[in-house]
């Protein structure tokens, strides 16, 4: 009968260590699959945030394709050639709006030419000193 309790003692250890090792190599095998989950949702994000960098230099690069359309168009020629160079059109009149001295000039341009007017006139504001600002700010009550 000794015997008998001997052999279970150790089948029940055996058991015991094969489960312990079960549990340990579960424990392995999960460990590695949470890794390659976490691997896999940040790859899925790092894709997701290169897709949205990809369409912002797709729209940039629309852009700067637009851009270059234009500066090789005939208009954008014609227009640097008449902003830069003062060239123009046949048949084309060029009108050059000028600013008059005095309002007496004005007076006797403006029969000539509607595009002579002159330029309104802008008020003068007073410039205040930064501690007479000041000095208002906290004692003059009727400032607001």
Do not use: C
């Not at 489960?19 to 894709?47: D, H, M, P």
């Not at 001295?101 to 509607?114: E, F, G, I, K, P």
């Amino acid at each position: 009968m000794n015997k008998l309790p001997s052999k279970n003692r150790h089948k029940r250890y055996q058991s015991i260590l094969i489960t312990i090792a079960g549990l340990l190599a579960l424990i392995f095998i999960l460990t590695g699959l949470v890794k390659n989950i976490r691997q896999v949702f940040g790859v899925k994000s790092e894709i997701t945030q290169l897709e949205a960098e990809i369409k912002r230099l797709d729209k940039k690069n629309q852009e700067v394709a637009d851009l270059v359309d234009y500066l090789d168009s005939k208009e954008f020629l014609e227009e640097e050639a008449r902003l830069k160079f003062d060239l123009r059109q046949p048949n084309e009149q060029i009108i050059v709006i000028k600013q008059s001295d005095s309002s007496t000039d004005a007076a006797d341009h403006s029969a000539n030419s509607v595009f002579d007017l002159p330029a309104p006139q802008k008020e003068k504001v007073a410039i205040s000193r930064n501690p007479s600002l000041w000095f208002k700010y906290f004692f003059d009550h009727k400032v607001q």
